[in-house]
């Protein structure tokens, strides 16, 4: 919705333009200077709505309530409306409880007095409510009740906006293909009426569904054109989102200078409009770009920027998301006490707002931190609750999350049945929904745990056998690494020595190209230009720090891999294939007794 100084609301921008053009100009400050109380209080909501002054609105509740109680019943139209103003700020400045309250009223409100377009208006308000809490199936049931009451009445711009909030719905929850389809009818509808701007965020809703399935060609295609759209518009909030969109893709693909560029015009645009919102969360953008380039001060400064910044706005859920970053930043150094404990209050900010999805995402990342210290039993805990509120929410690619980190738990504690099973139902939805990566890693885990429960129980047949080799097989032809190092295994367990080695031959030389742009410690990737320690060993692997070389040997019971195994295992044999293979262009053959005997043995 858009508003003029005197009130006049329109659903969409261009519709208010369209507005002024036929005359609406020359009785709009007429209408404002009406000098009744109500009509400057519903001036300066329209200034405000405008300006997103959403902090500001909020103050305002108590002239709302005044104002809404006292107008005459053929003026119901006006309570719907500021009722619906306050709840949308209410939304914003993440007071979900207080806004489903005076959406719900005014629900009721609007059904008694048989107001349809009202009706529609407060169920998308609602339902976005439901949404930022993580309630999808309410949230999706609210958005398609405005979107049929938008049909009904022809209202093809509250068409357009339904459609883009239930795209976001059905892409939180995994199902990317109706999200895509609902984002290209926003997109359709704004084109036929003339919204440039509508055109220009549908299709950076498309950018997102296609970032989200690890396509990002296409997302950085749509991203651009959502950047074109708003830089034609003149839009700084748009262009800053657009910029800050980029700067994801680039990120995600390990572009780590490209992103970084892009995240710092996402803040200066963000500033330029007064937006500090916008410029907070691009300093988390940028944040995470120097935490990933090993960079670790000034990332600690920025999350700590942005933590200070929605503190002062009163941002529950940005306070709540500058935790959660703080608490990342900790783990990754190592500092897994001070990581729990900023995750803990995230969890309680979560809780007090009524953010379910919020607080599921707390569980999961506690659990990822007792597994770090390698306490398990509490780490599966965490991470079963995680995936039963996921699952409660209709949160698909949570409720995948959480099987990832259970079958690694199990693993970790030998319950390898159980790891199975975990493994099992987080590749089934994998390739549901297709989560970039989790594929491999379910394909990995499956045929890890297929070979240690025959190992188990003796079965070494040729059933059993061919079925974990097939999954791990699977999983190294994903380009997962670790994979060949089990299947070297497994062929060794039935006797191929010439097989074992073929596969130990690919392994090394995976770790060798991993290598070059991971660190061996936290595996995330480094930029070329980024400074990193070289293991004295080996003088293969990297570490963004001391820490972090002493994180890729940590014993299981410490919170070290089980499946991927500790650096310090094969470092030796590492050092010999550079030495000979890689540096004197020896054939691997020359090792086959050196790698025969650590396979046997690790």
Known sequence: MCVCVCVVWTNTRHAQQTAWKNGHKHECCATAARGTRKWKLLHDLGVMWNAERWDAIVQLQGDIERVAAEVKPDERDTVFLVRNILGVALEKTAEYKRAISVHEETMRLCEEHGDLEAVGMTSGNLGNCYYSTGHYERARGLLEQHRSIALELGDKPGVATASGNLANCYRCTGDHATACKLNEERRDLCRELGDDSGVGRACGGLGLCYEDLGDFARARAMHEQHLAAEEALGNHSGMATARGNLGN?????????????????????????????????????????????????NALELYEAHHAVVQELGDQAGIASA???????????????????????????????????????????????????????????????????????????????????????????????????????????????????????????????????????GEQCAHSTRDAEWWLQTAADLGQTAAHLHLARLALDNGGEDEALEFMHAYLAALVEHAQHHCTGCCQRRGMDVHMLTCGGCRVAKFCSKDHQKMASKRVSEGGSALEGKHRDVCAVLCKWRQHVLKRQEPPSVLRTELLAFLRTS
């Open 249 to 297: 893709c680039a990120y995600r693909t390990g572009d780590y200078a490209a992103a970084a560029k892009l995240y710092e015009q996402q803040k200066t645009l963000a500033e330029t409009c007064g937006d500090r919102h916008g410029g907070a969360t691009a300093c988390a953008n940028l944040a995470n770009v120097y935490l990933s380039t090993g960079l670790h001060t």
């Open 323 to 457: 935790c959660s970053n703080l608490g990342n930043y900790y783990f990754v150094v190592g500092d897994y006490t001070r990581a729990r404990e900023l995750y803990g209050t995230m969890q309680r900010m979560a809780e007090t707002a009524g953010d379910r999805a919020g607080v599921a995402k707390a569980y999961g990342s506690l659990g990822i931190c007792y597994e770090g210290t390698g306490e398990y039993t509490l780490a599966c805990g965490m991470h079963e609750t995680q995936r039963s509120m996921c699952a409660e929410l209709g949160d698909r690619v949570g409720v995948a999350r959480a099987h990832k980190n259970l079958g690694t738990c199990f693993y970790a504690t030998g319950n390898f049945e159980d790891a199975l099973l975990h493994f099992t139902l987080q590749y089934d939805a994998a390739i549901e929904i297709k989560v970039p990566g989790a594929e491999k890693f379910a394909a990995f885990g499956i045929g890890a745990a297929l070979r240690a429960l025959a190992i188990e129980r």
